[in-house]
């Protein structure tokens, strides 16, 4: 298992660098020119052509490429156009609210959406089957926009329960830190939840056909051993893998999200930094979030090996 | 054993019902037969006549969204069966009453080890630690023959083959020490050689735990060797039934002649071409269950059918010893020997 895991971690290595190389000649043929929008609408040639020099943009693009993968090896990524701060520490400041705002999605997501989904199956075509599906369809067809403004307008303006919008870091104490956690999670989760309750169900009701779970029925076995055992250990790949991809959705969600209940997190930077063209810094956040997924799917593809003897790579 | 003289498990007038779209379908329709204590039983027929409904009507593992034991009585050690509640019912299988499958390669979970479950059998009834559990399961695995039992324990099913997992299976339905053993085509889906093994290991551990078995299976070649007594099934409805000798020595219903003349035998003198006799197949089709069968259900594919087999159900009569068989022209059929 050991030397499993060892193989998997080498091989995200030339998965980054792939990314890392995509990334930067993306920024680079997209049109817009920094250097223009730096030096200001009435700027004259000259002085655009002194901002480039001074970004370094003016050398070969290859020249640049191979000094921005130097320091990328050093874990630099470059200085802000605009703040001339590090990009490290700009997403260094932007990262716990976004932390946050994702675990405590996933989290409440999948210990929600598994059980629902597991309940749905094991009672399927009743009563709970139908209403638990017909939320999730409601819940998928659902923007996170329009769920967000539905709730802020419920919890927030008409019933004052929790706070509108804004972020209260963990430091300034759990409970306000909580709060303000509640609604974006909610409305950034939902269609995640729908995603992960419906591959549950499907999952579980293929499973729960099969011939190894008469056999554990033939064995007198209580039902949530056959359900949680015998049925979710089986269903549970496709399931891990749906939550995984789902990160992806997350993170998409995560600027929308963000940009709605006014959190100070990277989807914010991320919307800022490429109005602006600031090439360091959206660089930078593609980068990790590359890195999040990439990270992701390593604990995906791990988790296989424990769920199931015969999976190995 | 001990308990209430008299048969372990008696089967009284089964009706077991599916609802499909065609309409319903009687899957089982009046069956009755008694399992005697440590004795092994052969349920017979065609795919499709209603012997592994039975095994599972028993056991009560029809699927309730699809199917019903409609009516009839199903009793063990003289307790009703039918009118148990679910979590009495559970407490029954796998202990008192336990079953194994035609598939030994889909019957075991692929993801929990061989050990996990057959433990969780004994840990469940018994009330016995997980770390006795495993021990009984290691006795167990050593039983039915598996080398290296030990190391076995931790080995899940897609690291043995089907003969081994067959045995697995076994092992775990024996390994609460049941009444009553339920074998559901136990070795069709296995080599020739493996299934010979199989049905020994079975026959030897009955003899030692006096598990009575059920033995379902379309195979008269595996009746004849393992079995005591046979129930013969066509249909839904029991249509003979005897002592293993009797049945073969002198089959009654036509249907289970038709059965008889489709085994290939090589007792068969050759002619003085060489060629032996074709085996012959029983003409027609299994009926159509949506619909209700008016007389002998085997009537339309029988040669000695005559208008009163078309229109009235025959009874089950007593032809000497216990020999029961559902037929109008038994005499005929007898005559025609």
Redesign the interface.
């Known amino acids: 298992m050991t030397a499993y895991i060892v193989r998997r971690l080498f091989a995200t290595l030339p998965v980054m660098a792939v990314v890392a190389i995509f990334v930067f000649f993306l920024i680079r043929f997209a049109p817009g020119d920094p250097a223009a929008i730096i030096a200001g609408e009435d700027a004259t040639a000259e002085a655009i052509a002194q901002v480039r020099m001074k970004l370094g943009l003016d050398r070969p693009v290859l020249e640049q490429f191979a000094i921005w993968s130097l320091q990328l090896l050093q874990g630099d990524l470059g200085i802000s156009i605009f703040s001339n701060l590090p990009v490290t520490r700009l997403i260094a400041q932007r990262l716990e609210p976004t932390l946050a705002l994702t675990l405590s999605t996933l989290f409440v997501a999948v210990a929600l959406a598994v059980p629902i989904g597991v309940v749905a199956a094991w009672k399927?075509?009743k009563l709970v089957d139908r209403l638990v599906m017909g939320f999730a369809v409601l819940g998928f067809a659902m923007p996170v926009f329009v769920l967000a403004y539905i709730l802020i307008y419920f919890f927030a303006v008409q019933w004052r329960l929790l706070p509108v919008q804004g972020y209260a870091p963990i430091r300034e104490g759990f409970w306000p830190f909580v709060e303000s956690l509640i609604l974006p999670s909610v409305a950034l989760g939902v269609t995640y939840m729908a995603l992960i309750a419906r591959i549950t169900r499907a999952s579980m009701l293929e499973v729960l056909a099969?011939?190894?779970i008469?056999?554990?029925?033939?064995?007198?076995?209580?039902t949530d051993?056959v359900l949680l055992?015998?049925a979710l250990?089986?269903a549970a790949v496709p399931i891990v893998t749906v939550i995984g991809i789902g990160i992806a959705l997350l993170i998409s969600g995560v600027v929308i999200t963000e940009t709605v209940f006014n959190i100070p997190g990277l989807g914010r930077l991320t919307v800022d930094a490429v109005l602006k063209r600031d090439y360091p810094v959206v660089q930078g956040l593609i980068l990790v979030f590359a890195g999040a997924k990439v990270l992701v799917n390593l604990v995906i593809d791990i988790s296989y090996a424990f769920?199931?003897?015969?999976i190995r790579y | 054993m001990s308990g209430t003289p008299g048969p372990i498990l008696e089967v009284r007038d089964l009706h077991t019902q599916f609802s499909t779209l065609d309409g319903i379908v009687r899957a089982v329709d009046g069956v009755s037969f008694d399992v005697a204590r440590g004795e092994t039983l052969g349920i017979v027929g065609e795919s499709g006549c209603g012997k592994s409904v039975t095994a599972m009507s028993i056991l009560r593992l029809i699927p309730r969204e699809t199917g019903r034991i409609a009516s009839g009585s199903i009793r063990f050690e003289g307790e009703e069966l039918t009118t148990l509640t679910e979590e009495e019912m559970k407490r029954l299988r796998g202990h008192r009453i336990s079953m194994i499958f035609q598939e030994p390669m889909t019957s075991l979970n692929p993801v929990l080890t061989v050990g996990t479950q057959i433990a969780e059998n004994v840990v469940r009834h018994l009330g016995v630690s997980w770390k006795q559990g495993r021990e009984r399961a290691f006795e167990m695995l050593d039983l039915v023959r598996i080398a290296d039992a030990r190391r076995r324990l931790d080995e899940y099913p897609h690291q043995l083959s089907g003969g081994m997992r067959q045995r697995v299976m076994i092992a775990m339905a024996l390994s609460c020490d049941p009444q009553v053993l339920i074998a559901d085509e136990p070795t069709t889906a296995l080599d020739v050689t493996i299934q010979a093994q199989i049905l020994d290991l079975m026959i030897e551990l009955k003899e030692k735990t006096g598990t009575a078995i059920v033995l379902i299976t379309h195979d008269l070649g595996v009746v004849a060797e393992t079995t005591e007594r046979v129930v013969v099934m066509y249909a839904g409805r029991k249509v003979e039934q005897a002592s293993v000798e009797t049945l073969f020595d002198e089959p009654l219903h036509p249907y289970t002649r038709g059965l008889m003349r489709a085994i290939p035998r090589l007792d068969v003198e050759a002619d003085a071409a060489g060629t032996r006799p074709r085996l012959q197949e029983i003409p027609g089709l299994v009926p159509i269950l949506t619909q209700p069968i008016i007389g002998c259900a085997f009537a339309p594919r029988c040669g000695f059918a005559t208008d009163r087999c078309r229109r009235e159900r025959p009874p089950l009569i007593d032809a000497g010893a216990g020999h029961l068989v559902a037929c109008w022209e038994v005499d005929r059929v007898r005559r025609a020997a």
């Open positions: 399927a075509r099969q011939d190894y008469r056999t554990a029925n033939s064995k007198g076995l209580a051993r055992l015998h250990k089986n769920l199931d003897s015969r």
